[in-house]
């Protein structure tokens, strides 16, 4: 019988080998947003304190789950893996460049050309 023991971190993603990931909680984020849509769809009976409730229920979830390592390419979870030193919280900016080959680019606001939309 083998013996379970502490979690191994996970250094690569093994569905699609892409070596970028990052840390999050592990919790369902369709539960998040029904905490979040319940609150405020009791506010006006409630005068605002079911959004301070259910903020404290959400800080009480945050404090109590561990952490789960996720992939910026594939979106695989790996939820028994114990998080690495560098593999940091969600950055929007790191995940669209891997994910979707956007690339940074500065642009001269200034140029004859320039238009925001």
Known sequence: MIEPGPPLGVTRCGVCGCEHLYRQRDFNRAWGCALVALGAAL??????????LLALVDLIFYLRLPESVVCYKCDTVYR???????????????????KYGKAWQEVDIESPGFSPH
């Open 43 to 52: 506010v006006p009976w409630t005068f605002g304190l079911s959004l301070l």
């Open 80 to 98: 028994d893996a114990r998080p690495r030193p560098r593999q940091v919280e969600f950055d929007l900016l790191k995940h669209d460049v891997i």
